[in-house]
């Protein structure tokens, strides 16, 4: 069936937009399956032998593998994996620690198992010390997976470093959890860079408060993260085909975006050259007629 399909404008070639699959840069992530039906699995498989080319990743939002038989999980796996695309465990890792580190272990070694490539760590959520939150990504790396840790540009004010003279190894009291929340792009920048160090292999911005609207980018802060941490090891959640054209539009085809995957054709069509959204150009006359 997929031969049926017409990629003949895409060489990925570096002279183009991005190269071949596993790309390091101009990545597009999907969003998985929600539920477990039967119904979603065959729409994503259509979705994949349609687009598949153009899809580098599949993330399972919101932890919704836990809630799937898993030999769900290891059909869905599989089906990307045929196409050359990763699967991201999306952000569900902080409700196992609440079971302590040997139980993040297990899960680690279990995801694995089922055929997941990258575990990503809400660092919000985890609401963990800087050094417990290497441990994991050092953890997450010795186990054979990739990491790839989501940062916000607010936090709790009593995640804020304090800073003045003190001795190394200092004991410093714990602060009590504060209800105001800040905004630290400086913060997340450091922060990042210490989970690149410790062997992330990239970074997730959350959109909220950057890019979740169009017409409200916060081009300031999008600008000061990618100049620290390279347009390569940063990836944003574009919410709209808007943010999607914003994006590219600012930083070329090479921009890692995380869409939905009704957005993966106007997506690719904008990385290509002077495409615009013709996406007859894109798949040929032939695909409609499919």
């Not at 990503?120 to 997450?140: D, H, M, T, W, Y």
Request: hydrophobic share 35%.
């Amino acid at each position: 069936m997929a031969s049926n399909y017409y990629y003949g404008w895409k060489s990925f070639s570096e002279d183009e937009d991005r190269p071949e699959k596993p790309r390091p840069f101009g990545v597009t992530e999907i969003r998985g399956p929600d539920h477990c039906l039967a119904g979603r699995r065959h729409d994503l498989e259509d979705i994949l032998e349609s687009m598949g080319e153009f899809v580098d990743g599949l993330k399972f939002s919101g932890g919704s593998h836990s809630l799937m038989p898993t030999e769900f999980i290891r059909e869905i796996t599989e089906l990307a994996h045929r196409h050359n695309i990763y699967v991201s465990t999306g952000d569900w890792s902080e409700h196992l620690l609440r079971k302590g580190p040997s139980s993040f272990k297990q899960y680690v070694e279990d995801c694995k198992n089922l055929g997941f490539d990258t575990i990503e760590l809400n660092a919000g959520s985890l609401k963990l010390p800087e050094e417990a939150l290497l441990r994991f990504v050092r953890l997450i790396k010795g186990g054979g997976l990739k990491v790839k840790p989501q940062f916000s540009v607010k936090f709790d004010r009593s995640d804020i470093p304090v800073t003045g003279d003190r001795a190394f190894g200092a004991y410093i009291a714990p602060v009590p959890p504060s209800s105001e929340i800040i905004e630290d792009v400086d913060l997340l920048i450091r922060r990042a860079e210490r989970c690149l160090e410790a062997g992330a292999d990239m970074i997730m911005i959350d959109a909220d408060d950057i890019c979740k609207y169009a017409d409200s980018l916060r081009s300031d802060v999008i600008a000061k993260i990618i100049g620290r941490l390279g347009l390569e090891k940063t990836m944003f959640e574009a919410s709209s085909g808007k943010t999607s054209e914003w994006f590219v539009k600012r930083y070329g085809p090479r921009v890692n975006l995380f869409v939905d995957h009704s957005e993966v054709m106007n997506l690719e069509c904008l990385r290509g050259l002077n495409l615009g959204r013709n996406h007859t150009s894109v798949l040929g006359s032939s695909f409609f007629r499919i």
